[in-house]
């Protein structure tokens, strides 16, 4: 008998066997009928974590590849690429959190949380409050683009949290809703450029960093007038660690009472030199890695992660306990400079790849660079779980 003529009683039998997304994602890759079957769709959304961080490409650009509709995902617990049907994120822009993605598009300036593997989406309000996006319409392209971070203050979208909130940057402005509001809120009172956010959820406080190593905080949860404001907490003692600028810092909890921010140092090139052939306009060079106390408001710096790795891209950044073909004390990074997407003949989508702590060497993710980066940046997956219907 054909695999695509099991009854549906049999496929029920093998999905209900799943205990990983990764799983679900080679079950429908066998054929259209086990992609189709309803039974197998209402399996897929059940409390199923990943294994391990997936990465999703940006969708195809290459004239072999006219499937706008489907996404990759690699599977750095195989190491293996599937491609799974996405039309909720065709031509959408797309940063992710927790598993999530938040999606973007142009009709009604919409926005929605979209789970790239069950496919549930869940409305937001539409994005008029973003000072950014007062433009014609002829330049979507690019301040599509500035939409930069999103984080959640809890995992799970649809566990009915009542304490919930999603909160972007787009471009220099920051906002958070609920679900079922009906506009975004407001968020100021930082000093430099916004680099990165984040929650801290034994805090139960929003997080950012800026240009000049400015830590400020916000409760979103207990609310007050509109705009909420930020207050300093501390500002990273760049010469006291030799680090005297920041070209590019992210910000992840750290434990009970602590941050970890991660700065990044790119080495940029000329066309036609032998590192231009090799790397292409930029590369990473190193990143560093310092801890601030929200106890005492000290600052350290760290030098390992022992058996955790770091991710960090166009996402909300995360740590994440190691096993299979993660390896520890790595940072796993993609290329989120997203003006190179927009601005170079061949795009952006080269700095990718896996730092060690603990000599600072830089390898490769993969064999070879996927065309697909050149379009957007891809994204990191985070370990996420979602309600059972």
């Not at 992710?96 to 496919?119: D, M, Q, V, Y």
Request: proline content about 4%; charged content about 25%; hydrophobic content about 35%.
């Amino acid at each position: 008998m054909p695999w695509s003529d099991l009854l549906p009683e049999i496929l029920n039998k093998i999905a209900g066997e799943f205990h990983f997304y990764e799983d679900f994602i080679n079950f429908l890759c066998v054929c259209s009928s086990w992609k189709s079957s309803a039974t197998t769709s209402k399996l897929f959304i059940r409390h199923l974590p990943s294994r391990f961080p997936l990465l999703m490409f940006a969708e195809s650009n290459t004239k072999e590849d006219d499937d706008q509709d489907c996404r990759r995902f690699c599977l750095l617990s195989s190491g293996t690429v599937r491609k799974v049907q996405l039309p909720e994120a065709r031509w959408q822009r797309c940063i992710s959190a927790h598993g999530w993605l938040l999606t973007t598009g142009e009709e009604r300036f919409s926005a929605k949380l979209l789970h790239p593997l069950s496919r549930t989406q869940i409305d937001l309000p539409e994005l008029y409050m973003f000072e950014e996006l007062n433009f014609d319409q002829d330049e979507w392209m690019y301040y599509g683009q500035c939409m930069r971070k999103v984080v959640f203050t809890s995992s799970n979208p649809l566990s009915s949290d009542p304490d919930f909130r999603v909160i972007i940057i787009w471009g220099q402005t920051i906002g958070f809703c609920r679900l079922g509001d009906v506009s975004w809120t407001r968020i100021t009172g930082w000093d430099g450029h916004l680099l990165d956010i984040t929650y801290h959820n034994m805090r139960k406080r929003l997080y950012t960093v800026t240009t000049i190593g400015s830590i400020h905080e916000c409760d979103v949860i207990s609310g007050g007038p509109s705009p909420l404001n930020l207050s300093r907490r501390s500002t990273f003692p760049g010469k006291e660690f030799e680090c005297s600028s920041l070209q590019s810092a992210y910000l992840l909890e750290w434990g009970y009472d602590c941050l970890l921010m991660v700065t990044r140092e790119r080495q940029s090139y000329k066309k036609h030199s032998d590192e231009f052939r090799r790397y292409g306009l930029y590369c990473t060079k190193r990143f560093q890695c310092f801890v601030f106390s929200l106890e005492d408001g000290k600052w350290s710096k760290l030098v390992s992660f022992g058996d955790k790795a770091v991710f960090l891209g166009f996402n909300s950044s995360f740590a994440t306990d190691v096993g299979g073909n993660i390896k520890p004390d790595c940072i796993y990074f993609t290329d989120d400079l997203y003006e190179p997407y927009r601005g170079l003949p061949d795009g952006g989508g080269s700095d990718v790849g896996v730092y060690h702590m603990s000599d600072g060497t830089i390898e490769a993710i993969f064999d070879s660079q996927e065309s697909i980066f050149r379009a957007r940046p891809p994204l990191w997956l985070q370990r996420s779980t979602i309600k059972a219907i």
